[in-house]
């Protein structure tokens, strides 16, 4: 898809429904949502690709989100104390759901942002 602001919520919305359709529980909706808006709004604003790739990939007991750009990647600026962004990926580490998450930039270019998540979500304590 075009890496374009309103892609982030068509990503979301995609994510939303196959989630859905595949009997994911809702908490780990959740936390897959926060992801996938945080991958493709990173492509979308710091990449400077004319394009963006979301890929799911369903487990046993896992999922797996990839979001592919072609373009080159910005590092942006550590956040300051009152900073409105900056911290989205460390976010998505934390949540409840995450297993893990990275980024890397393949020799081809581009940058993959990838996370894994529990299909089980944790029970209360």
Same mark, same amino acid.
Not at 21 to 38: F, I, M
């Given at each position: 898809m075009a890496a374009e602001p309103?892609?982030?919520? $068509?990503?979301?919305?995609?994510?939303?429904?196959? #989630?859905? %359709?595949r009997g994911v529980p809702d908490e780990v909706v959740d $936390?897959? %949502?926060?992801v996938v808006s945080e991958c493709v709004s990173n492509a979308v604003v710091h990449s400077g690709s004319p394009d963006v790739a979301l890929k799911l990939v369903f487990g046993t007991q896992s999922l797996s989100v990839v979001v592919r750009d072609t373009g080159h990647w910005v590092k942006p600026k550590p956040p300051g &104390?009152?900073? &409105?962004?900056?911290? #989205?990926?460390? %976010?998505?580490?934390? %949540?409840?759901c995450v297993l893990a998450a990275g980024r890397h930039h393949p020799a081809r270019g581009g940058t993959v942002a990838w996370a894994q998540l529990t299909t089980i979500p944790p029970q209360d304590t």
């Amino acid at each position: 898809m075009a890496a374009e602001p309103r892609t982030v919520r $068509d990503m979301r919305a995609l994510a939303r429904t196959i #989630g859905e %359709l595949r009997g994911v529980p809702d908490e780990v909706v959740d $936390d897959l %949502l926060s992801v996938v808006s945080e991958c493709v709004s990173n492509a979308v604003v710091h990449s400077g690709s004319p394009d963006v790739a979301l890929k799911l990939v369903f487990g046993t007991q896992s999922l797996s989100v990839v979001v592919r750009d072609t373009g080159h990647w910005v590092k942006p600026k550590p956040p300051g &104390e009152v900073a &409105e962004s900056g911290r #989205g990926t460390r %976010l998505c580490r934390r %949540l409840p759901c995450v297993l893990a998450a990275g980024r890397h930039h393949p020799a081809r270019g581009g940058t993959v942002a990838w996370a894994q998540l529990t299909t089980i979500p944790p029970q209360d304590t």
